[in-house]
T-cell receptor
Framework: SQQGEEDPQALSIQEGENATMNCSYK?????LQWYRQNSGRGLVHLIL???NEREKHSGRLRVTLDTSKKSSSLLITASRAADTASYFC???????????WGAGTKLIIKP | SQTIHQWPATLVQPVGSPLSLECTVE??????LYWYRQAAGRGLQLLFY??????ISSEVPQNLSASRPQDRQFILSSKKLLLSDSGFYLC???????????FGSGTRLTVV
């Protein structure tokens, strides 16, 4: 069963704008991770945030985690055409640490 | 540095034929290895994982099986493919369960 649900399912913005994607989950977690997948390719790990962290940065990426609302957001600032991809959140649940995946947000950056 | 190789990139197989997808990891030892399947426009479904040679855990009853004959080799197999086995198969590795995984480039399997 899917734990994470990304919102929106698809997002199209102009190059240079900021892109925000959200992920909601249902059970308590050990950590939450964001991955990027270019069309027809494997996934690339972007960032991991632990359940005791609230915000994390990596380059143009900013991730927040609100465990009380069971939600996370991924912000990509100053978007570029190369950011066009699908973005997935995955949660590691405390019981067995297997990753449970959302269905992804498809991000399109228009030049 | 660690690398993961997965092949072939695409595969078209008739119903009832066997399957063998191979994944190898370089530059690390005793990794946790994973096979995932991704349906179009969906997230990933874990099929199998392995924490060591010969140790395979199955997450979903499938027409598929997995083997780990060597520390850095993970094989996904089927004796007889079904149409429903079509999908995008991804191999991944990680040091610690539940932390960041590194994925292979995937195999697009079409069963006809």
């Amino acid at each position: 069963s899917q734990q994470g649900e990304e919102d929106p399912q698809a997002l199209s913005i102009q190059e240079g704008e900021n892109a925000t994607m959200n992920c909601s989950y249902k059970t308590s977690i050990n950590n939450l991770q964001w991955y990027r997948q270019n069309s027809g390719r494997g996934l690339v790990h972007l960032i991991l945030i632990r359940s005791n962290e609230r915000e994390k940065h990596s380059g143009r990426l900013r991730v927040t985690l609100d465990t009380s609302k069971k939600s996370s957001s991924l912000l990509i600032t100053a978007s570029r055409a190369a950011d066009t991809a699908s973005y997935f959140c995955a949660t590691a649940v405390d019981s067995n640490y297997q990753l449970i995946w959302g269905a992804g947000t498809k991000l399109i950056i228009k030049p | 540095s660690q690398t993961i190789h997965q092949w072939p990139a695409t595969l078209v197989q008739p119903v009832g034929s066997p399957l063998s997808l191979e994944c190898t990891v370089e530059g690390t030892s005793n990794p946790n290895l994973y096979w995932y399947r991704q349906a179009a426009g969906r997230g990933l479904q874990l099929l199998f994982y392995s924490v060591g040679i010969g140790q395979i855990s199955s997450e979903v009853p499938q027409n598929l099986s997995a083997s780990r004959p060597q520390d850095r080799q993970f094989i996904l197999s089927s004796k007889k493919l079904l149409l429903s086995d079509s999908g995008f198969y991804l191999c991944a590795w990680g040091y610690i369960m539940g932390l960041g995984y590194t994925f292979g480039s995937g195999t697009r399997l079409t069963v006809v």
